[in-house]
Nanobody, 124 residues
């Protein structure tokens, strides 16, 4: 079984920055991709970003393009999400995800493993 542990969430003012980290542990870990989703209260889960593990292909949700950057450290089994120019509408619980197989990156059901989530709150 694979466990994903997020860290780095918190409270930040609009225009500020945060960096989320997600470390994978458990059985021998060789994902196809890792990434991030988020969910705000009363809203549907939203795709944020994903990166494929071997080739480093990157995909972003439209609402975060140009402001968020996803990256990975394969040696540490860790994926990162650097967030800049944060807006109040970025407030959500951010979930780390990992998949063992190819699939459309925006679809939640592609991902086999989910972290517990970390809260990001952006004040205006």
């Amino acid at each position: 079984q694979v466990q994903l542990m997020e860290s780095g969430g918190g409270l930040v003012q609009a225009g500020g920055s945060l960096r989320l980290s997600c470390a994978a542990s458990g059985r021998t870990f060789s994902p196809y991709a890792m990434g991030w989703f988020r969910q705000a209260p009363g809203k549907e889960r939203e795709f944020v970003a994903t990166i494929t593990w071997s080739r480093g292909l990157i995909y972003y949700g439209d609402s975060v393009k140009g402001r968020f950057t996803v990256s990975r450290d394969s040696a540490k089994n860790t994926v990162y999400l650097q967030m800049i120019s944060l807006k109040p509408e970025d407030t959500a619980v951010y979930y780390c995800v990992a998949s063992d197989r190819w699939g459309l990156p925006q679809r939640p059901n592609v991902y086999d493993y989910w972290g517990q989530g970390t809260q990001v709150t952006v004040s205006s």
